[in-house]
């Protein structure tokens, strides 16, 4: 599985942006598929995980919770993270990462394939 991550920019505080994860492959529907993010300084992070198929399951960071969505669809291959009422804590890497495991993982050392990433940046 190949992953292209887009949608990242420059926001103000309280803001909102909409990330994008392409992903080729016929397999796209078996995956789980996660954003994580990186800041300066900072190990990468669990932001949010989508179960594979149906998208029913979703898990979020309790730093996102109420505010980010992620959500996908197998016929476009593609996997979104929107994002509303951002903080300038949210500044940092975005990447969408695929797990092919049965169970929803939040460690990133769980995901075979990522993406190359996309820069958000919040200013307050």
């Known amino acids: 599985v190949q992953l292209q991550a887009s949608g990242g920019g420059l926001v103000q505080a309280g803001g909102s942006l909409r990330l994008s994860c392409a992903a080729s492959?016929?397999?796209?529907?078996?995956?789980?598929m996660g954003w994580f993010r990186q800041a300066p300084g900072k190990e990468r992070e669990f932001v949010a995980v989508?179960?594979?198929?149906?998208?029913?399951?979703?898990l979020y960071s309790d730093s996102v919770k109420g505010r980010f969505t992620i959500s996908r669809d197998n016929a476009k291959n593609t996997v979104v993270l929107e994002m509303n009422s951002l903080k300038p804590e949210d500044t940092a890497v975005y990447y969408c990462?695929?797990?092919?495991?049965?169970?929803?993982?939040?460690?990133?050392?769980?995901?075979?394939?990522w993406g190359q990433g996309t820069q958000v940046t919040v200013s307050s």
């Open positions: 990462a695929a797990d092919g495991q049965y169970q929803l993982n939040r460690d990133s050392n769980e995901y075979a394939y």
């Open positions: 492959g016929r397999t796209f529907s078996s995956y789980n």
């Open positions: 989508v179960s594979s198929r149906s998208g029913s399951t979703k």
